[in-house]
């Protein structure tokens, strides 16, 4: 039969501007949220993590922010650079064990 | 930087053949997992590993699934008969500790059953 991907939402961003990735999560027992960067054909990579006793976690030119009582995630990424291109996931661990459950992903395209 | 390895990049399998999917994790890391992707859906969990032993396990990884470390430095991944529908690409990742850890992926396995 014919399988159905997902649609993954597109941003498309200039070279230097700012980039805000959004992601509902499910699970309001979830307690630890990890933001992903896949590109074509690679693994994912770590870009940065949240706990659930943060609202707010800044890295190298990369800030996410959690909102627990809306379940939203947002990862903003400074000055964007073409090797910013790629597909974020964002991943929550479902209040329990040391699985990950995955987000459908955002598509981010940056234009030089 | 130490990173996860896996071999082979792409495998191409008859449906029904065995495969064997190898990673190798990061050397300090105690808790390694199989996660897995199929074209155009979302990354899915399969598998946790821990003091050699499956510490959670998802719906996906049933009796055709194993996986095995059969030494100090690799962990594999093996489905005994594939499907048409095992096509995707595996991850494997580790981390230091276990829970509320970041995972540390490899680049994956593209699997293909024909």
């Known amino acids: 039969g014919e399988s159905v991907g997902l649609h993954l939402p597109t941003l498309s961003v200039q070279e230097g501007d700012n980039s805000i990735i959004n992601c509902a999560y499910s699970n309001s027992a979830s307690d630890y949220f990890i933001w992903y960067k896949q590109e074509s054909g690679k693994g994912p990579q770590f870009i940065i993590d949240?706990?659930?006793?943060?609202d707010k976690r800044q890295g190298q030119r990369v800030t996410v922010l959690l909102n627990k009582t809306v379940k939203h995630l947002s990862l903003q990424i400074a000055a964007t650079q073409p090797g910013d291109s790629a597909v974020y996931f964002c991943a929550e661990n479902g209040g329990l064990g040391n699985q990950f459950y995955f987000g459908t992903g955002t598509s981010l395209t940056v234009i030089p | 930087e130490p990173e996860v390895t896996q071999t082979p990049s792409h495998q191409v399998t008859q449906m029904g053949q065995e495969v064997i999917l190898r990673c190798v994790p990061i050397?300090?890391?105690?808790?390694f997992y199989w996660y897995r992707q199929i074209l155009g859906q979302k990354v899915e969990f399969l598998v946790s590993?821990?003091?050699?032993?499956?510490?959670?396990k998802s719906e996906i990884f049933d009796d055709q699934f194993s996986v095995e470390r059969p030494d100090g430095s690799n962990f594999t991944l093996k489905i005994r008969s594939t499907k048409l529908e095992d096509s995707a690409m595996y991850f494997c990742?580790?981390?230091?500790?276990?829970?509320?850890?970041?995972?540390?992926f490899g680049s994956g396995t593209q699997l293909s059953v024909l």
């Open positions: 949240i706990r659930s006793n943060m």
């Open positions: 050397s300090n890391h105690l808790y």
């Open positions: 590993f821990y003091n050699n032993e499956i510490s959670e």
């Open positions: 990742a580790s981390s230091e500790e276990g829970y509320n850890e970041k995972l540390f």
